[in-house]
């Protein structure tokens, strides 16, 4: 036995209490140490951002409905998912693609509905794609609901010139011929750009390129993304797929300094394999497990691909935009295999906090990330069933964890058991805390183990509050998900087993559960 099985399976023996009525009990026993007085970089709200792609029913259907549409909207895009999306405060939507981005031609989607040409989605499904929804429904969207904006431009099928002019469209405040499109087309003021990807997965769809080609096409491409003088549209590069670390120090000795962030992906695949990822509701705790360890990989990569930016960017000028992540099942049964719809269950709700407590620890240099995708494809915030609407259990993550968009970071150790299932081994609880810009210090505590409830123990270091109050996710069991017909199945609840005595939080945690505190 390894001398790490050992030490867990040691630590999991002490973990079994007893409890008064003389019945056996296992509870995992955590400790923790919270540096509030050590605090570390701030989490950019962009953390929380969303991927919404044309894709599916993404977009059609997922937000845009049209005007003429039964379906309660307001100028095509539906009421109930703007509501639901504003009220977890999405701060940054990521859009025309994916795969789709490098074969998207904006001149397309601007301009009259009537007159845009259909194409054919040849990224998704084959199926028709009206252009109803182009850069000006985008735009209206974003600050619909509040969002900055992400447009990943087109390297792959495009041109630097086309993706200068689509640039001019977007932002400038002249009366060239190109800005005046867009008044023609009702936008008198330009919009705000805040970020634009130069590409997306040029090393697969968006265009099968070796990194050393890409390097030298980002470049020549960025070079001409150009927006008006006293305005900033930050340029991020197309990185990494998962654990290419040679893409990232060929990209970062070759052109770091001009971008301003570099993108990396990496989904979870709880088999493993691409050609069978496994239901999204039908799983055993093998699976769960499984899951758990694929998506904890995140970590890992970070600390990789940041290292080789420190290399190259030991200021941490350049951000890391992890803008496209989540877990892929299996497309749920009867359904467009190139749809991309599945269920979310709780095995997402936690797999998704215990990815945003390490997108927390590495705020330094993570500053924008996108959750694939926002309605209806992958990991969704959002279902739809025509004009019905369901909110997942991933949703309810991202309305948990509110308090951290734009919280400063601290340092939250913890120390405690594995939880260990068949081959795989992960840290029963996950744990990240940070301060709002109100001083409020809010952890978040995540159990990853499906049947064992954790008590743990922080010892806090400069912390004011006395009380902590917040609220749970959690089920009764590992699959439990929302329907339409269920649609609360899995919803928050106020939490109160967590008590502040002295220097010391005691939260009691139950089993595969989401819990944010907040310090007062
Ligand atoms: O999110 C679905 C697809 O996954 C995206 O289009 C692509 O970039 C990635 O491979």
């Given at each position: 036995?390894?001398?790490?099985t050992?030490?867990?399976?040691?630590?999991?023996?002490?973990?079994?209490?007893?409890l008064a009525?003389?019945?056996a009990?296992a509870?995992?026993?955590?400790?923790?140490?919270?540096?509030?007085d050590q605090?570390?970089a701030?989490?950019q709200p962009e953390v929380?951002?969303?991927f919404?792609?044309?894709l599916?029913?993404g977009?059609?259907?997922?937000v845009?409905?049209?005007e003429?549409s039964k379906?309660?909207n307001t100028?095509?895009?539906r009421?109930d998912v703007?509501a639901a999306?504003?009220a977890?405060k999405?701060?940054l939507?990521?859009?025309?693609?994916?795969?789709?981005?490098d074969d998207y031609h904006w001149?397309?989607?601007v301009?009259?509905?009537?007159k845009r040409?259909t194409?054919?989605?040849?990224s998704?499904?084959g199926?028709e794609?009206?252009n109803a929804?182009?850069?000006?429904?985008?735009m209206?969207f974003?600050?619909?609901?509040g969002?900055?904006t992400y447009?990943?431009?087109n390297v792959g099928?495009?041109?630097?010139?086309e993706m200068?002019e689509w640039v001019?469209?977007m932002?400038?405040?002249?009366?060239?011929?190109i800005?005046?499109?867009?008044?023609?087309?009702?936008?008198?003021q330009?919009?705000?750009?805040?970020?634009?990807?130069?590409?997306?997965?040029?090393?697969?769809?968006g265009?099968q390129?070796?990194?050393a080609?890409?390097?030298?096409?980002y470049r020549n491409f960025?070079?001409?993304?150009?927006v008006?003088?006293?305005?900033?549209t930050q340029?991020?590069?197309?990185?990494a797929n998962?654990?290419d670390?040679?893409?990232?120090e060929t990209?970062m000795a070759g052109?770091?300094?001009?971008m301003d962030?570099i993108?990396?992906?990496?989904y979870?695949?709880?088999?493993?394999?691409?050609s069978?990822?496994?239901?999204?509701t039908?799983?055993d705790?093998?699976v769960w497990?499984?899951?758990m360890?694929?998506?904890?990989?995140?970590?890992?990569?970070i600390?990789?691909?940041?290292a080789i930016?420190?290399?190259?960017d030991?200021?941490k000028?350049?951000?890391?935009?992890v803008?496209?992540?989540g877990i892929w099942h299996d497309?749920?049964p009867?359904?467009?295999?190139?749809?991309?719809?599945?269920?979310n269950t709780m095995?997402d709700?936690v797999?998704?906090?215990a990815?945003?407590?390490?997108?927390?620890?590495?705020?330094d240099?993570?500053r924008?990330?996108?959750?694939?995708?926002?309605v209806n494809v992958?990991q969704?915030m959002?279902l739809t069933?025509?004009?019905?609407?369901?909110l997942?259990?991933?949703?309810w993550?991202?309305?948990l964890y509110?308090?951290?968009?734009?919280a400063t970071s601290?340092?939250?150790?913890?120390?405690g058991p594995?939880?260990?299932?068949?081959?795989?081994?992960?840290?029963s609880v996950s744990?990240?805390?940070g301060?709002?810009?109100?001083?409020?210090v809010?952890?978040?505590?995540v159990?990853l183990?499906?049947n064992?409830?954790?008590?743990?123990k922080?010892?806090?270091?400069?912390?004011a509050g006395?009380s902590?109050?917040?609220r749970?996710?959690?089920?009764?069991?590992m699959?439990?998900?929302?329907?339409?017909?269920a649609?609360?199945v899995?919803?928050?609840?106020a939490?109160?087993d967590a008590?502040?005595k002295?220097?010391t939080?005691t939260?009691t945690?139950p089993a595969?559960?989401?819990?944010v505190?907040?310090?007062?």
């Amino acid at each position: 036995m390894k001398l790490t099985t050992l030490k867990h399976a040691l630590v999991a023996g002490a973990a079994i209490a007893i409890l008064a009525t003389g019945v056996a009990s296992a509870q995992t026993a955590v400790t923790a140490t919270l540096h509030a007085d050590q605090p570390g970089a701030v989490i950019q709200p962009e953390v929380y951002g969303q991927f919404a792609e044309h894709l599916g029913r993404g977009i059609y259907e997922g937000v845009w409905v049209g005007e003429d549409s039964k379906i309660p909207n307001t100028k095509g895009y539906r009421n109930d998912v703007v509501a639901a999306l504003k009220a977890i405060k999405v701060p940054l939507v990521r859009w025309p693609g994916g795969c789709f981005a490098d074969d998207y031609h904006w001149r397309e989607g601007v301009g009259p509905r009537d007159k845009r040409p259909t194409k054919v989605n040849v990224s998704w499904g084959g199926v028709e794609e009206t252009n109803a929804f182009g850069t000006n429904e985008f735009m209206e969207f974003a600050e619909l609901i509040g969002a900055k904006t992400y447009v990943a431009g087109n390297v792959g099928t495009g041109s630097p010139q086309e993706m200068a002019e689509w640039v001019e469209y977007m932002v400038s405040p002249t009366k060239s011929t190109i800005a005046n499109l867009r008044r023609a087309n009702g936008r008198e003021q330009p919009w705000k750009l805040d970020y634009f990807g130069v590409g997306n997965e040029n090393w697969g769809c968006g265009g099968q390129m070796t990194a050393a080609h890409y390097t030298d096409l980002y470049r020549n491409f960025a070079e001409f993304i150009r927006v008006p003088q006293g305005t900033k549209t930050q340029k991020i590069a197309g990185g990494a797929n998962s654990d290419d670390y040679s893409w990232t120090e060929t990209m970062m000795a070759g052109a770091a300094k001009n971008m301003d962030q570099i993108s990396v992906h990496y989904y979870t695949i709880p088999s493993g394999r691409w050609s069978i990822k496994g239901s999204a509701t039908k799983f055993d705790e093998q699976v769960w497990a499984d899951t758990m360890v694929q998506a904890l990989r995140m970590d890992e990569m970070i600390t990789k691909h940041s290292a080789i930016m420190d290399k190259y960017d030991p200021q941490k000028r350049v951000g890391l935009a992890v803008d496209e992540w989540g877990i892929w099942h299996d497309v749920e049964p009867g359904t467009n295999p190139g749809f991309l719809y599945q269920q979310n269950t709780m095995r997402d709700a936690v797999a998704a906090a215990a990815t945003l407590n390490i997108f927390h620890k590495h705020a330094d240099r993570v500053r924008l990330t996108a959750i694939a995708q926002m309605v209806n494809v992958l990991q969704a915030m959002i279902l739809t069933d025509k004009d019905r609407m369901v909110l997942t259990p991933t949703y309810w993550v991202y309305d948990l964890y509110k308090p951290f968009q734009g919280a400063t970071s601290l340092p939250l150790e913890v120390d405690g058991p594995a939880y260990v299932m068949g081959k795989d081994s992960v840290p029963s609880v996950s744990a990240s805390a940070g301060r709002d810009t109100a001083g409020v210090v809010h952890v978040a505590l995540v159990n990853l183990n499906p049947n064992t409830p954790a008590t743990v123990k922080i010892k806090l270091a400069g912390v004011a509050g006395k009380s902590a109050k917040g609220r749970v996710l959690t089920a009764s069991t590992m699959s439990a998900h929302n329907t339409f017909d269920a649609p609360n199945v899995v919803k928050p609840a106020a939490f109160n087993d967590a008590q502040i005595k002295g220097a010391t939080l005691t939260v009691t945690l139950p089993a595969k559960a989401v819990v944010v505190l907040d310090l007062t």
